[in-house]
């Protein structure tokens, strides 16, 4: 296995080129499903999701290529033969769950592993389902599988409210409504970026959308969609995370500018607090740039739908609120239970506590480098993070986490002069390679 070593405390300064948008390529990937013929998905990040997600595509039946260095994936949907999404793809990654609205949606039939929990708690979609049925899907639960199909090949059409906001559940049911026969609404529908980008690929595709970006979404359902080429969002949540990276690893008085960016999908939420944070921050149309404070102030927040805080950029702020002067909390009230990382970051020194769906941390206690793991993307990458302001060297172990959403971070970082790098382990005899001692 991999992991990466940090040897802390060295300032950073310079550019970092910010990626593709995970959360963006996973849903227009899906959307190619829809096409018949060859869809075209450029600024697509090298990650192992992608991957997955060309998998899933190939198990229906797509020809999926994909040029990492260009950063360019082909998807040839003419001959979607098998519409089923497996349980050992669904259990790798949550978003293949997507396949339900998209093979639905092409085929009017498809069976998909049900998604389990994640590690950070149970992650329901019920909405999902909900909602396909108020379409007018017929659903079973077959051992394990949802079995759904449209009655007559394709959905009535209907109304449906979710009730939280989902972004999963509005790209799923976005993508099974497009080519419904009648007209889909729904209600208290997500306004993230990524949705509102999916949604603007559909629309290139044929697909007559109105109100993305609002609470409601209508849809008038078409025959066919038709593949186009279309350029994926930048990562928002890359930018986030760099972002905290500048304040609290820059160099004194040398801005780290983030180029390739979209700040505006950050939401305002982040970017008020960041700026409360002493951060100095400019804001152009494509590049954001940071310079670290003398002195980082304590800023609580709580996660909520865009343009609220990300639930994805809270561990990464929890790392900034140890930097910080006097005591700042996290709430997270999209997933409540999202702290793993706050146990490790108390191994590397942290002060800091969780109660319920909040956690305090307590500036002032300089991290030290240990040995730390995590076992979900965000979290690992707040380790990363924390490794690159504390005393001596972190281990960030289990770097499949991080591969799973951050191209060529340990490069990236390398750049702007930290000192981190990569290195295989064998957890299976301990990670300094002796055997464990028996107790
Ligand atoms: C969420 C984030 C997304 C992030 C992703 C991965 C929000 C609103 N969404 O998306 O930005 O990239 O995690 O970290 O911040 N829910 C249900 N039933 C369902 C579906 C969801 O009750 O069928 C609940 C969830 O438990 C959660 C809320 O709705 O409390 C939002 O979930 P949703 O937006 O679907 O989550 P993801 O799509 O995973």
Request: aromatic share 6%; charged share 20%; glycine share 12%.
């Amino acid at each position: 296995m991999d992991k990466l070593v940090i040897n802390g405390q060295h300032a950073l300064s310079g550019s970092i080129p910010i990626g593709g948008s995970k959360n963006t390529a996973l849903p227009l990937m899906a959307a190619s499903v829809l096409g018949d013929g060859t869809m075209t998905i450029k600024n697509v990040p090298n990650l192992r999701d992608v991957t997955t997600f060309a998998h899933v595509l190939r198990v229906a039946g797509a020809r999926v290529q994909f040029d990492p260095a260009a950063h360019t994936l082909t998807v040839d949907a003419a001959n979607i033969t098998y519409p089923e999404a497996p349980y050992e793809l669904v259990c790798k990654m949550r978003a293949s769950f997507y396949m339900l609205g998209a093979l639905i949606g092409r085929r009017g039939h498809a069976r998909v592993s049900l998604p389990g929990g994640c590690s950070w708690g149970p992650r329901p979609v019920d909405l999902h389902l909900r909602g396909l049925e108020a379409f007018g899907a017929e659903i079973d639960l077959e051992q394990g599988y949802v079995v759904a199909r449209a009655p007559g090949g394709r959905l009535d059409g209907g109304s449906f409210r979710m009730e939280p906001s989902s972004v999963g559940a509005t790209i799923n049911l976005l993508l099974a409504a497009v080519t419904a026969q009648g007209g889909c609404r729904i209600e208290n529908a997500a306004r993230e970026p990524d949705v509102v980008v999916f949604g603007k690929a559909l629309q290139k595709m044929g697909a007559k959308i109105e109100g993305l970006g609002t609470e409601t979404i209508e849809v008038e359902g078409t025959d066919r969609l038709y593949p186009v080429e279309f350029v994926n969002a930048s990562d928002r949540i890359e930018l986030g995370t760099f972002m905290i990276a500048a304040a609290i690893a820059g160099a004194p008085g040398e801005p780290i500018r983030l180029t390739g960016a979209e700040p505006d999908f950050l939401g305002e939420a982040f970017m008020n607090a960041f700026r409360r944070t002493g951060a100095h921050v400019e804001v152009g149309d494509s590049y954001v740039e940071v310079a670290a404070p003398e002195e980082i102030q304590s800023v609580s927040i709580t996660t909520d739908v865009y343009p609220g805080f990300p639930t994805d950029l809270q561990a990464q702020w929890s790392v900034l609120l140890t930097q910080a002067q006097g005591r700042g909390r996290i709430t997270d009230t999209v997933y409540t239970d999202r702290f793993k990382h706050i146990a490790e970051l108390k191994r590397m020194n942290a002060y800091a506590m969780v109660q319920g769906d909040t956690a305090t941390v307590r500036g002032g206690h300089p991290l030290k480098g240990a040995q730390v793991m995590s076992t979900d993307l965000r979290a690992s990458v707040s380790l990363v993070l924390a490794g690159l302001v504390a005393e001596g060297e972190t281990h960030v172990l289990r770097v499949y986490h991080l591969d799973r959403g951050y191209e060529d971070l340990e490069g990236k970082l390398t750049d702007v002069g930290a000192q981190i790098h990569r290195e295989t382990y064998d957890e299976s005899i301990g990670e300094t390679g002796e055997l464990p001692q028996e107790a």
